[in-house]
């Protein structure tokens, strides 16, 4: 019967109406099997298979898409915690329950739409999942994608949330100044190798942090970083940081929290500023938290601002030209790492914890 129906779907052959077929796809998708308190691990995870009907009720705005390309990110583990204090701050953190479908960014392809927005076989961008198809009532938090001449994998990360991320956190949070002293902890990650490249063209002066020499030689090498080190052969980070900035830091641009928050603050020069982008080192250990010295930042009045990224869609616009135009000129460098496969989603979303991502990591779940 699946055989038959896919064939039909497929094929688009006609059915006729006494014909009562329903057409129907199997979907395979990931949950998690409990709430997650520490590290991520496979016997976390679960791969699951479910007919999907590929049909919607009559007179909805509904949507069934296929998963192209979809992003992992370090948030979701906050999501699936029995408790995070991130919930009260945003709809965005609300949590994931085990056994159903999550949510991911992503790239699809529609099959089957009521929403006239969203014609069948167009692409969208927009909340699918981590899994090979998504229901997506009404098609909320969907939108057309044109690819811009662009491989369709940049549109779940340069051009989604991790560049966006990148370009507002730097230029509207950091406030930089040409000629400063930047520096970025997870440097060669989604979110900080954009910054570290945004900072450079910008005319600063760049240092990353990153887990192991390959990334430090990427940086220095590839992406014009002026310096970078390995956080894992330095005892002493707020040592290290004296070393790299003799003069102070202007801007830290801290993605991963803890002892690194620490450091910098030790370090940084009078009306410096923080963007806390996230605390990755904080995420899968609940007794890690950083306790920046509050001397330093009253004293040498430093600003540290949390951001997230939903705050500052309305530069959308103007950062998709931006980077286009960069990316087209050859001036940023997109740097991404693609696993493939449904199948290969829990181990992408553990990988983040464990530094293997070089740049932004996403999944193909399916090429077409
Ligand atoms: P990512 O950097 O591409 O991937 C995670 C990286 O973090 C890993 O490759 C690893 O690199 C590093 N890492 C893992 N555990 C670490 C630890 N204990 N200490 C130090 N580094 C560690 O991820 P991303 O998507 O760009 O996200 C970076 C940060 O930005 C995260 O904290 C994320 O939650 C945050 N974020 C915030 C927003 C927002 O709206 N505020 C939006 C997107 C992302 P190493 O090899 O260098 O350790």
Redesign the pocket.
């Known amino acids: 019967m699946y055989q038959l129906t896919y064939l039909l779907y497929k094929h688009q052959w006609h059915i006729p109406p006494s014909m009562k077929v329903t057409m129907e796809v199997n979907n395979r998708y990931i949950t998690i099997k409990t709430h997650i308190e520490g590290a991520p691990k496979e016997s976390d995870f679960e791969l699951k298979n479910a007919a999907l009907a590929l049909s919607i009720e009559a007179g909805s705005n509904d949507v069934i898409v296929k998963t192209l390309y979809v992003s992992i990110?370090?948030?979701q583990i906050n999501l699936m915690k029995s408790y995070s204090s991130s919930r009260k701050a945003t709809v965005a953190a609300a949590p994931i329950t085990p056994g159903e479908a999550i949510d991911g960014y992503g790239v699809a392809k529609v099959v089957v739409s009521g929403n006239p927005e969203f014609q069948k076989d167009e692409l969208v961008v927009g909340f699918v999942g981590w899994g090979e198809y998504k229901l997506v009532k009404g098609g909320d938090r969907l939108r057309n994608l044109d690819p811009m001449g662009f491989p369709l994998s940049y549109h779940a990360g340069i051009f989604g949330?991790?560049g966006l991320?990148a370009y507002s956190?730097f230029f509207e949070i950091c406030k930089p100044r040409k000629g400063e002293k930047v520096f970025v902890?997870?440097?060669?990650?989604?979110?900080?190798n954009l910054v570290g490249q945004f900072a450079k063209l910008f005319g600063c002066y760049v240092v990353g942090?990153?887990?192991?020499n390959k990334?430090v030689a990427l940086l220095k090498e590839k992406l014009g970083f002026d310096d970078a080190f390995n956080?894992k052969e330095e005892p002493d980070l707020k040592a290290t940081l004296r070393r790299y900035f003799p003069d102070g830091i202007d801007v830290y641009f801290d993605?991963?929290g803890?002892d690194?928050l620490e450091a910098a603050v030790a370090n940084m020069n009078l009306f410096g500023r923080v963007a806390a982008?996230?605390?990755?080192?904080e995420?899968t250990n609940a007794s890690k938290r950083a306790s920046p010295n509050m001397l330093d930042v009253v004293y040498k009045r430093i600003k540290i601002q949390g951001?997230?990224?939903?705050d500052h869609i309305n530069l959308y616009a103007d950062f998709v030209s931006t980077i286009g135009d960069h990316l087209r000129n050859g001036k940023i460098q997109p740097l991404e790492d693609i696993s493939n496969g449904v199948e290969s989603i829990p181990s992408a979303f553990i990988g983040?914890?464990?530094?293997?991502?070089i740049?932004?990591?996403i999944v193909c779940v399916a090429e077409d």
Not at 185 to 192: I, N
Not at 277 to 281: D, E, F, N, T
Not at 307 to 310: N, P
Request: proline content about 2%; aromatic content about 14%; overall charge positive.
């Open positions: 990110d370090p948030y949330y991790g991320t956190g902890s997870g440097a060669s990650g989604s979110v900080g942090s990153v887990g192991n990334k956080y993605n991963v803890g690194m982008c996230g605390a990755i080192s995420y951001f997230l990224v939903s983040l914890f464990q530094g293997d991502n740049g932004k990591k």
